[in-house]
């Protein structure tokens, strides 16, 4: 295993082709999936087909440094869903988003600011990023204030900006 980022509780690394199962779990859970699809599962066969392929590109089309990366618990080594850091498709590659995706298990205890915080130090110091982006529905207050609580305070002077998006009516 190829560990991209450690953090006090969390370990990071690229995705594999072996993970599909563990994206299809995650993308199942209807709680999960709520504020992005309504609570509709993604089909196990376009993880495999195309989310997966296109993750795992993405590792090569960026040298490694950017994309969606598992997370597991350090103590154990549960998977408890991924984070990202990377371009938009077609951006600049100082211009990344922040994100996550977290199994029901792991919410409410700190991994998503533990692990954001962590790569946003790892954009800013690392990785001569620019700009750091997050994006979440308006209506998800658990990920709205996550994002405002990931800049730690040596951070904050840097470019990272949070939209709230409306659903649409």
């Given at each position: 295993?190829?560990?991209?980022?450690?953090?006090?509780?969390?370990?990071?690394?690229?995705?594999?082709t072996?993970?599909?199962?563990?994206?299809?779990e995650?993308?199942?859970?209807?709680?999960?999936?709520?504020?992005?699809?309504?609570?509709?599962?993604?089909?196990?066969?376009?993880?495999?087909?195309?989310?997966?392929?296109?993750?795992?590109?993405?590792?090569?089309?960026?040298?490694?440094?950017?994309?969606?990366?598992?997370?597991?618990?350090?103590?154990?080594?549960?998977?408890?869903?991924?984070?990202?850091?990377?371009?938009?498709?077609?951006?600049?590659?100082?211009?990344?988003?922040?994100?996550?995706?977290?199994?029901?298990?792991?919410?409410?205890?700190?991994?998503?600011?533990?692990?954001?915080?962590?790569?946003l130090?790892?954009?800013?110091?690392?990785?001569?990023?620019?700009?750091?982006?997050?994006?979440?529905?308006?209506?998800?207050?658990?990920?709205?204030?996550?994002?405002?609580?990931?800049?730690?305070?040596?951070?904050?002077?840097?470019?990272?900006?949070?939209?709230?998006?409306?659903?649409?009516?």
């Amino acid at each position: 295993m190829h560990t991209y980022l450690e953090t006090e509780r969390l370990t990071l690394r690229r995705f594999t082709t072996d993970d599909a199962d563990l994206l299809i779990e995650l993308d199942s859970d209807a709680a999960v999936m709520r504020y992005l699809t309504g609570g509709e599962p993604t089909a196990p066969e376009i993880i495999r087909e195309r989310h997966l392929p296109n993750i795992i590109a993405g590792y090569e089309r960026w040298r490694g440094d950017l994309g969606l990366f598992a997370a597991h618990e350090k103590d154990g080594g549960a998977f408890i869903g991924w984070f990202c850091l990377r371009p938009e498709s077609q951006g600049p590659l100082d211009e990344v988003e922040l994100g996550y995706r977290l199994r029901q298990t792991a919410w409410g205890k700190g991994y998503a600011t533990e692990g954001s915080r962590a790569l946003l130090g790892k954009a800013f110091t690392e990785l001569g990023v620019r700009m750091v982006w997050a994006e979440t529905m308006a209506v998800n207050h658990g990920s709205r204030t996550t994002s405002w609580r990931s800049s730690p305070s040596p951070l904050r002077e840097r470019p990272f900006c949070i939209h709230a998006v409306e659903t649409g009516g």
